[in-house]
């Protein structure tokens, strides 16, 4: 018996198997889940996660939507309800900047608009989908929703930049949801992931000293694997968690706990 068997459930943000969503997708199947998925618009983009998603599963219901337009989300979530009885865990793995504000020595010349479009992407999303999300998961007594932060939300992290402030708003995002959200037992939490090469990391400046230092300094002498947040995925989508929310949970290896 798996610990997901009956839950039902959406992700969004499989750009290939690289990606920490479909790690997360992955285990929470591997556990009993049926999962949908949400991809960026264009065709490309659908081949992309549609090959993904066929190495966890077949026959999985693929939805487009650009989380920077309200209709898409209108949409997505409506179409997900049409085709689903029960929504009970969503996935937030969606993050974006420009490139150009994530090196070391250019936080300070980030235009208004980069810094804007970082927050509305990484982290508004997260309460834009949570509001849509909200009527269907309380129709089945409550659900489990989570999304992806980083710890260059609390410390600076060198060329993380803007997006370390807008991992810092998902998180404070992900409080706000969890308490409103809590009174009809859906429980909202964030799992600080540790460095992982995937693209969105690749935009980052300076990853490759990051990835040396973690794995050199981390408890666990190593870096982290999709797979250990896949792990704590299928933990906050199942009823092991049924008390926690509004927390971020590290799944880093340790490295968050050194002082040097
Ligand atoms: N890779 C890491 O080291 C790391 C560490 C901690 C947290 N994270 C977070 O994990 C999450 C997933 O990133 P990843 O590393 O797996 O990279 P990824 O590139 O595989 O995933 C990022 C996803 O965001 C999606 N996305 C971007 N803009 C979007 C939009 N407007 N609408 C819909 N989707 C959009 C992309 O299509 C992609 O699927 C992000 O929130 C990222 O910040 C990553």
């Known amino acids: 018996m798996g610990l997901l068997d009956g839950k ?9 198997d690289r990606s920490y969503a479909w790690h997360i997708a992955k285990a929470i199947h591997d556990h009993g889940g049926t999962c949908a998925y949400a991809h960026i618009p264009g065709e490309k983009n659908e081949r992309r996660t549609s090959k993904a ?19 898409d989300l209108d949409a997505l979530f409506a179409n997900y309800a049409k085709d689903h009885e029960r929504l009970d865990f ?11 504000w994530l090196q070391p020595g250019m936080f300070a010349k980030t235009p ?3 810094y804007l479009d970082a927050i509305d992407i990484s982290a508004y999303t997260l309460s834009a989908m949570s509001g849509r999300a909200q009527e269907q998961m309380a129709k089945n007594g409550g659900g489990s929703i989570m999304a992806m932060s980083y710890y260059g939300a609390e410390k600076v992290v060198p060329g ?12 404070s995002t992900a409080r706000y949801l969890a308490f409103e959200l809590g009174e009809q037992n859906i429980r909202v939490n964030t799992m600080s992931g540790g460095f992982l090469r995937t693209l969105a990391s690749s935009a980052v400046g300076g990853t490759d000293e990051m990835e040396a230092a973690a794995k050199q300094k981390a408890p ?6 999709g797979a250990d947040v896949g792990k704590t995925a299928v933990y906050l989508a199942s009823d092991l968690s049924s008390g926690v929310t509004g927390e971020n949970i590290y799944v880093d290896c340790g490295i968050n706990t050194l002082g040097v």
């Open 8 to 16: 039902c459930g959406l992700i969004v943000g499989i750009a290939n």
């Open 53 to 71: 998603v066929e190495k966890i599963h077949g026959d999985a219901r693929m939805y487009s939507c650009d989380a920077g337009s309200d209709e």
């Open 90 to 100: 969503l996935v937030h793995s969606i993050a974006f900047a420009d490139r150009e």
């Open 112 to 114: 208004r608009k980069a």
């Open 160 to 171: 993380y930049n803007v997006m370390g402030v807008a991992k810092s708003c998902l998180e």
């Open 220 to 225: 666990l002498r190593r870096l982290v694997e």
